[in-house]
């Protein structure tokens, strides 16, 4: 999670260019458009060029390769994640606020979690981000592992179930007009009497919505048990 400084990084290069409709700035948001439209496969720089209207070259006046770009595209969207003003009071409403954001952000831009797993370099707002993480975290305990492994945990949670949500949404459009239970091979399980338990949920869907803040209660609870509770 943590990131270390270089020479030269992104966030502090010069920016360079002069024509008007063609800035750092463009070049991102033409890029994050292009990524929740058709997916990070299809952000290229030959691509957003076309999109922008300019040569494919000219985008390397402002970013030095494609990293730097997904670098850019990741700490944008990680600025969505901010809470603005104060956190909420307690430490649960202050994480549960951190972690309703997060999840939003990565159903609006699925292609974050892909970003999340190349361990992209974390730029101003992704800072910015973990900072006010590990400042609801420091209400609850002032040991800074304390605070880092309750950060983590929540956000494993919350990467876990958001992963889950949009594989669930892709593959909708195929779930519309069946349920498991029209598969043969479920239904003579069910006959056997072999899923007395899962029935009920073959019948209808496994993935209920408000499922994700039952389980991030369950979770804070469990982390509170463990810092008050002894």
Do not use: C
């Not at 600025?79 to 954001?101: F, N, T």
């Not at 993935?207 to 991030?216: A, K, T, V």
Request: proline letters at 5%; hydrophobic letters at 40%.
């Amino acid at each position: 999670m943590a990131a270390t400084p270089r020479s030269g990084d992104v966030w502090t290069r010069q920016r360079g260019g002069r024509r008007p409709k063609l800035t750092r700035e463009a070049i991102v948001e033409a890029a994050i458009r292009l990524a929740d439209a058709e997916g990070l496969d299809a952000v290229s720089i030959r691509r957003i060029a076309s999109e922008l209207g300019v040569r494919a070259m000219s985008l390397y006046t402002h970013i030095d390769a494609k990293e730097d770009l997904l670098d850019l595209m990741y700490d944008e969207v990680a600025e969505e994640v901010l809470v603005q003003g104060e956190l909420p009071g307690g430490w649960r409403e202050a994480m549960m606020e951190i972690a309703r954001k997060e999840r939003e952000a990565g159903l609006r831009h699925p292609w974050m979690l892909q970003l999340a797993g190349r361990s992209p370099r974390i730029g101003p707002n992704g800072l910015r981000h973990i900072e006010q993480s590990m400042a609801a975290a420091a209400r609850l305990t002032d040991d800074p592992d304390g605070m880092l492994a309750i950060v983590k945990t929540i956000d494993h949670y919350m990467l876990g179930f958001i992963t889950m949500e949009r594989q669930v949404a892709e593959a909708a459009p195929q779930r519309v007009q069946t349920t498991p239970l029209e598969q043969s091979y479920v239904q003579l399980l069910v006959e056997r009497g072999e899923l007395p338990h899962l029935k009920p949920f073959l019948e209808t869907s496994f993935y209920r919505g408000d499922s994700f803040e039952l389980g991030l209660k369950w979770l804070l609870d469990g982390i509170e048990h463990e810092y008050r509770g002894k």
